[in-house]
């Protein structure tokens, strides 16, 4: 079970990333922007994209990283199986691709944040699917 410990390190990093995200948000200041412009950051943080169904994307992530963590947990108790994290790491996964592909093929800038957030679910996704078992 050396796959958990990963999970749950790269799930409380989501958890952080988000939390920082979500500061911006209530705050409207803008992002720190580390390895790429500035201005970057701030086109991918205003733009139309940073909402799904009107609801920010950090707000999404947070739920979604806590969800992985709380069902870790619950699958290491033998609660739950563990296709429940297995599912909710792949959304996440699928998501971070979009917004990736959203980034580099029509922003055309990209975030440091949230190529993190999309870094961690690709480990998250390795733990779950290559390393599991």
Partial sequence: MYYLPI????????????LYLSYHVFTKKPVACWFFPDA???KVQYSHFSKTFGIPNPFLGFLMYAAI????YLSAAG??????????????LLFSIYFTFIQAFVLK?????????????????????VWYG
Avoid: E, H, R
């Avoid at 963590?69 to 870790?72: C, D, E, M, P, T």
């Avoid at 609660?79 to 996440?92: H, R």
């Avoid at 440091?112 to 999309?118: E, G, L, P, R």
């Fill in 79 to 92: 609660t739950v199986p563990f296709l429940w994290v297995q599912i909710v790491i792949a959304i996440g």
């Fill in 7 to 18: 999970i749950y390190t790269f799930a409380g990093l989501g958890i952080l990333d988000t």
């Fill in 109 to 129: 800038a990209f975030c440091t944040w949230c190529v993190v957030s999309a870094i961690n679910f690709v480990v998250l996704a390795l733990a779950a699917f």
């Fill in 40 to 42: 970057w950051c701030k």
């Fill in 69 to 72: 963590i709380v069902l870790a």
